[in-house]
């Protein structure tokens, strides 16, 4: 069962393997930060709901040009510290305020991140949402992204760092869509919800199901899935013949 | 600060009430609600009696000037500032050696409860604001204070509670009102706990006391931080409830926008295209079989 719990509040008296955001005293474990836990997990885990973005190894984020100097920029990652883009990494000039998605290659002791891979972003809009409930916005190997392409029609990045980049498509409507996401991120069926509003703006969209959803780029490609299903499509048209 | 002794001063031994009809260990009305300041990263209004707090949170965030950067933890700065209509007399806005000194206890009181060592070089600033105040201001602002950092995400060992314990009128009492702590005999202590651990992380004395009198006070503190640490517990708990999405809220946004002509056209273009669907798809799944 899920449970509300706050800093300093007692999750488990058992030896449990740690997660996220919990500390452990005088042998027992307890939450660090405002969250959702799963008590009768075999881990012992903590989501929090609130809070600042931890910048993290292979993390896509999208961030704004703050500095521009001789050797390169400064960007903001909506985190402690600005991060840096040597103009050598870069095709293109860039100016203070425009936007930029790069992966971050390396953290460092003091929680300073190393981008790589940078790319300007031309035009398009950013929504900004609490970073810890971006997980909620791609949803389960990335079904809420699906639906919200579907639904809008936009082209979306989503940055780990709570910053939502979208073009084309209709906006106005995405920008609704992930505010409501963002006030009810701790709420469970969220993603039937969402179904569920953009059919009462008259969109009609279908939630993927498993097998739809593209996969990982490190799991086996699509035709090896394929050649799995088809025997079974064939005893059933077998059957239908005897 | 004590008073004159009068004939008609409160005996608190004789009456087993005290001046506004409290018992000993009572507190005063508290109330506290989280998330109110929309721009600050967490926030939290307290009411206590007569006292009114508002507390912000920022950060954790870059610390300037450079060279208050610690690359070992983070510093935790409080301002506690009181508005010049918060006391009888106007209280003059310039920060004093009383609001500096409050300012500087409270910050050590959270540091003990913030995991400072997270965040090299960062500043976490916590600006507590006293809008109405009446004996006990520093303790509200260090419950309300503890409330908002929980409430922008800052990993903690603890909340921190607090309330004022002393004596007054001849007897041991909890959540000194202003009445009682000018009383002659009057001893003020501000008391501040982590209440899971039970640590100590605040205390002053203002007046003096036997030990014996310190060691009841210490257990009445200690009854008064826990009744208060339920209740930011429920302020925190009451920001979010863990249900499944309701459909009266998904109505309640959809609604904010009424159905327009395009998104009707869009609905029958979309009927159309699926009849359109559906009719392919009969098709090939006839020319599989």
């Known amino acids: ?242 | 600060m004590s008073g004159r002794v009068t004939e008609n001063m409160p005996d608190y031994k004789k009456d087993k009430k005290r001046v506004d009809g409290r018992k000993m260990e009572d507190l005063r009305p508290l109330s506290i609600k989280v998330g109110v300041l929309p721009n600050a990263d967490g926030s939290a209004y307290l009411e206590w009696g007569q006292n009114k707090v508002y507390a912000a949170v920022y950060g954790p965030r870059e610390a300037l000037p450079k060279h208050t950067q610690n690359p070992y933890k983070t510093n935790v700065k409080v301002t506690y500032r009181m508005a010049t209509f918060s006391v009888p007399e106007r209280k003059q806005p310039r920060p004093n050696r009383r609001d500096m000194e409050i300012s500087k206890v409270l910050g050590e009181a959270l540091e003990k409860a913030v995991f400072v060592e997270q965040f090299p070089n960062t500043e976490i600033s916590v600006i507590v604001e006293v809008v109405d105040s009446n004996a006990g201001s520093r303790v509200a602002c260090l419950c309300a204070a503890s409330c908002a950092l929980a409430d922008a995400g800052i990993p903690m060992r603890d909340l921190v509670s607090a309330t004022g314990v002393g004596k007054a009128f001849g007897e041991l009492i909890v959540d000194l009102n202003k009445d009682e702590e000018d009383a002659p005999d009057a001893v003020d202590i501000p008391f501040g706990i982590l209440p899971n651990s039970g640590e100590i992380v605040l205390l002053q004395m203002d007046g003096l006391l036997k030990k014996e009198e310190w060691e009841k006070i210490a257990v009445l503190g200690n009854k008064a931080c826990q009744q208060i640490y339920q209740m930011q517990k429920k302020a925190l708990q009451d920001k979010f409830q863990l249900t499944e999405v309701s459909e009266s809220a998904v109505e309640a946004v959809a609604s904010g926008k009424e159905e327009t002509k395009e998104a009707k056209q869009r609905k029958e273009s979309k009927k159309d295209s699926k009849d359109n669907k559906d009719s392919k798809e009969s098709k090939s799944k006839k020319v599989k079989k």
Do not use: H
Request: charged share 30%; with cysteine; glycine share 10%.
């Open chain 1, 1 to 242: 069962m899920k449970k509300l719990v706050i800093p300093g509040e007692l999750i488990s008296q058992e030896r449990k393997r740690l997660g996220g955001n919990v500390f452990v005293s005088n042998g027992k474990i307890y939450s660090k930060v405002l969250g959702v836990t799963e008590e009768n997990d075999e881990k012992a885990s903590v989501v929090p709901l609130e809070g600042k973005y931890f910048p993290q190894q292979e993390d896509v984020v999208i961030g704004v040009v703050t500095r521009a100097i001789f050797a390169g920029y400064g960007v903001n990652l909506n985190s402690f510290t600005e991060s840096f883009i040597p103009k050598s990494a870069m095709r293109e000039d860039m100016k203070v305020g425009d936007l930029v998605s790069a992966k971050i290659t390396y953290v460092n002791e003091l929680r300073e991140a190393e981008l790589g891979f940078p790319r300007r972003m031309f035009g398009g809009e950013v929504i900004e949402v609490i970073p810890v409930r971006t997980p909620r916005l791609i949803g389960k190997n990335g079904s809420m992204l699906e639906l919200l392409k579907q639904g809008t029609g936009c082209d979306i990045i989503i940055g780990k760092n709570g910053r939502v980049w979208a073009r084309n498509g209709n906006l106005e409507l995405l920008r609704k869509v992930v505010t409501f996401i963002n006030d009810n991120a701790y709420k469970s069926n969220l993603t039937n919800s969402v179904e569920a509003f953009f059919k009462s703006e008259g969109i009609q969209v279908s939630v993927p199901k498993k097998d739809e959803i593209r996969p990982k780029f490190d799991q086996p490609s699509e035709n090896v899935e394929e050649s799995e299903v088809l025997p079974s499509e064939e005893s059933e048209v077998l059957n239908e013949g005897n």
